[in-house]
Every structure is written in structure tokens, then in C-alpha cells.
């Protein structure tokens, strides 16, 4: 069966809801877990991070800082799940403007032998335009791909974070 499984995360509430069901399967089938937060390249930190001040210049290394450091809050409550259920689980964050092909290329270089995600099943112009980053994670990968539909309404609290203020 699967021994190690990549599970990308956004932190979003949808998303954490999908990963702390993958750590439940991880637990069942006697799984690790290898959790991935993918930022994109040189954004304005406020479009992903709402609680953090806006610089007009912040250096390379200012920016991949804020990104680890709200990766690291973002996946806080995913490792704290794993560790609580006895599930081996490792954090890795990139920073890539193809989110779809870092998550293939991570779980490939980690030895993963599935990725689990999750996805709104957003519908509408803008998703047959643009397409869901999971759904290009099952046209990219040789692996099995799992996705975890989530509804709003089954979001649990625990599922939902706040990072707070962080430093740039």
C-alpha cells in the first residue's frame, strides 16, 4: 500500500480540512506524511498573508523569510494533527509561480508514492480557463492522486488558523 504521502496545502480552512483528512488515511494505512505550502514567486505578500504590513522594496531574502515563516504558522496545526495521531510528518515550503508542477516534481524527489489534496470544485468560466491546481496535479502526475472534495459546511473549526502579524 502507500508509505509516504505528499499533502500541498494552501492553509486555507477547504485546505487544512482536506490534509487533516489525509493524515486520518495516513494513520489507518500506516503512512507518513510529507506536507508541502507552495508561495508564489515575488507576490505582494499581502495577497497571500492578509495580516502582514506591505514594504514597498523587501529584499529576496526578506521574502522567502515571510514565506517560511507563514508556511510554517500555515502547516502548525497539520503537524500538531500528525503528531497527536502518531503520523510521521515532514514540511517543506517552496516558493514557484507552477504550484501544480512543484507539488508533482516534491513528491517525486521525496519518494512519495501518493499525493493527496484537496479541492472546492469550483465551477464556472474562471475554473475551465484557468483549471484548479489539483486538477493539474492529476494530469501531471504518474502517481496516484487523491482529491478530497471539501464543502464549506464540513470545515471544522480546528481547520481554520490565524497566523497573525508577521515580520517583513
Keep these: 500500500m502507500f508509505k509516504k504521502i505528499l499533502i500541498p496545502t494552501d492553509g486555507s480552512p477547504l485546505s487544512n480540512q482536506a490534509a487533516l483528512e489525509g493524515i486520518t488515511l495516513a494513520k489507518q494505512i500506516g503512512a507518513e506524511i ?3 505550502y507552495v508561495a508564489r514567486e515575488r507576490q505582494n505578500p499581502a495577497f497571500d498573508f492578509s495580516d502582514v504590513p506591505i514594504k514597498n522594496q523587501i529584499s ?3 521574502y522567502e523569510a515571510a514565506v517560511a515563516t507563514a508556511g510554517n504558522a500555515l502547516m502548525l ?3 500538531e494533527a ?3 495521531e502518531g503520523v510521521k510528518f515532514t514540511r517543506l515550503i517552496e516558493i514557484s509561480n507552477t504550484a501544480a508542477n512543484t507539488i508533482v516534481q516534491t513528491a517525486e524527489e521525496n ?3 501518493m499525493i493527496f ?8 468560466w474562471a475554473s475551465m480557463l484557468l483549471g484548479s491546481v489539483a486538477a493539474k496535479v492529476v494530469a501531471l502526475s504518474q502517481m496516484p492522486v487523491t482529491v478530497y472534495k471539501v464543502k464549506k459546511a464540513q470545515v471544522p473549526a480546528k481547520a481554520k488558523i490565524n497566523i497573525g502579524v508577521l515580520p517583513i
Excluded at 489534496?117 to 464556472?124: D, H, I, L, V, Y
Design 77 to 79: 496545526p497539520l503537524r
Design 82 to 84: 500528525a503528531e497527536k
Design 111 to 113: 519518494g512519495c508514492d
Design 117 to 124: 489534496m484537496g479541492s472546492q470544485g469550483s465551477a464556472g
Design 34 to 36: 510529507v506536507c508541502i
Design 60 to 62: 529576496p531574502e526578506e
